[in-house]
């Protein structure tokens, strides 16, 4: 399986928080089979901080945010909250 079969499989998740969004790029991340070291070679980003990210210990500019998904073959995308329906 290629990477854009294997990217095509990774569900969409809405990202809420900080450590939601270091779970979905180090999903990414994984799935591309790239360390933290080699996409902080790709992007000009430290692996400590791109470790950090990953945990979400960290809130980095969306700039930074934004050049690791180009990396990863992924970009960011906004969408309509879906009602919870527990909630009025």
Do not use: C, F, H, W
């Not at 854009?4 to 990774?10: F, R, V």
């Not at 994984?30 to 809130?59: F, H």
Request: hydrophobic share 40%.
């Amino acid at each position: 399986m290629g990477y854009q079969s294997t990217m095509d499989t990774l569900p969409a998740y809405p990202i809420r928080s900080l450590r939601q969004a270091g779970a979905v790029l180090k999903a990414r991340r994984a799935a591309r089979k790239i360390s933290q070291k080699q996409l902080g070679e790709m992007t000009g980003t430290a692996q400590s901080t791109i470790s950090d990210i990953e945990n979400g210990v960290v809130s980095v500019s969306l700039d930074v945010y934004l050049r690791l998904l180009e990396a990863l073959g992924a970009e960011l995308s906004a969408t309509d909250r879906i009602a919870d329906p527990g909630r009025p």
